[in-house]
């Protein structure tokens, strides 16, 4: 059967994103729309003239504002929205991303009502929540992308540290997409199955935990704006373990009633990723400190979410 993937924005995140799901060939088609006149389509052309010299066989289309051509989509991935600029906080966007998130994602489900959403655009959680509340889909239809970043950077951090290859580490993020609400699990991490704890020293762990929880600042600040390769990538990652039903565990902003302690809320934690979208929410056994870490980044993360009826967004 054949898939389809809309990526919504053609910024240097959607963009990414668009180019990693046509050359790992996840959907057999990928549309990338943005609302600013021929950025869609003239990156879709460059992308896909280098199909030939890549290998890959997904059709990548670009389009202006022309939601008919996303019809069908099976995932809709939402990058739109002004990026972060250097000391500005993700919850500072807040006022004109919910804006353009809620009309794309209602633009975008009218042509593909079935779909599932996966959202990029920051404040993370709190653009996930208002998809959530704002768009009467089921709770397993709306994915935010910002715990597999997250926890990414984490392993990253970590390979550094250990001196070893990323791809044998696991680690992972949960909590509020931000600098200051994420939750490196420390306690979780491994190499080639060995806890990191027996491997490296707790100031060196706190450095990387540090080190992770500034990851998106650090590189705003190098380069004077968001990052977009990894965030592209994680965002494609999440697809992927969709579409082909991958029941990958993935932490993810999700709605959760009762799990963690926590309602009425979309934050980070781990889930397994198949074609339905959210097929399970694990609980982890988190001890006291990592409990009240939580609830401390669940209360941040409310309170950005109260910033939606202020710009009256809800």
Not at 61 to 75: F, H, I, L, R, W
Not at 237 to 256: D, G, R, T, W, Y
């Amino acid at each position: 059967m054949m898939s389809k993937v809309t990526v919504v924005g053609a910024g240097n995140v959607g963009a990414t994103c668009a180019n990693v799901l046509a050359f790992n060939e996840v959907a057999d088609e990928v549309i990338m729309l943005d609302v600013k006149e021929g950025v869609s389509e003239g990156k879709a052309i460059d992308m896909m003239q280098t199909a030939q010299l890549l290998g890959f066989d997904s059709t990548l289309v670009g389009c202006t504002n022309d939601y008919e051509k996303t019809a069908n989509s099976d995932v809709i991935v939402i990058t739109s929205g002004i990026p972060r600029k250097p000391g500005m906080t993700r919850e500072e966007l807040i006022g004109v991303n919910a804006g353009i998130v809620k009309s794309v994602a209602q633009s975008a489900l009218k042509y593909s009502p079935n779909a599932i959403l996966v959202v990029i655009s920051n404040p993370m959680d709190t653009m996930t929540y208002l998809a959530l509340k704002s768009l009467g889909l089921p709770k397993n239809r709306i994915i935010g992308m910002g715990g597999a970043l997250d926890s990414s950077r984490f392993k990253y951090y970590l390979s550094k540290a250990i001196g070893c290859n990323a791809n044998e580490v696991e680690g992972m993020v949960i909590g509020g997409h931000g600098d200051t609400t994420m939750i490196p699990l420390a306690r979780f991490a491994t190499y080639k199955g060995l806890p990191v704890s027996g491997l490296l020293s707790a100031e060196k762990i706190e450095e990387v935990i540090k080190a992770t929880m500034v990851g998106g600042a650090t590189l705003t600040g190098l380069l004077g704006t968001s990052a977009w390769y990894a965030p592209g990538a994680a965002g494609a990652f999440v697809v992927e373990a969709i579409l082909h039903n991958q029941m990958k565990m993935v932490p993810c902003s999700v709605a959760l009633e009762g799990e963690y302690g926590q309602k009425d809320i979309c934050c980070g934690v781990p889930v397994i990723l198949g074609r339905n979208g959210i097929e399970k929410i694990i609980e982890l056994p988190l001890n006291d400190d990592e409990k009240a870490k939580f609830e401390a980044s669940a209360a941040a993360v409310r309170g950005t979410n109260a910033a939606l009826k202020e710009v009256g967004a809800l």
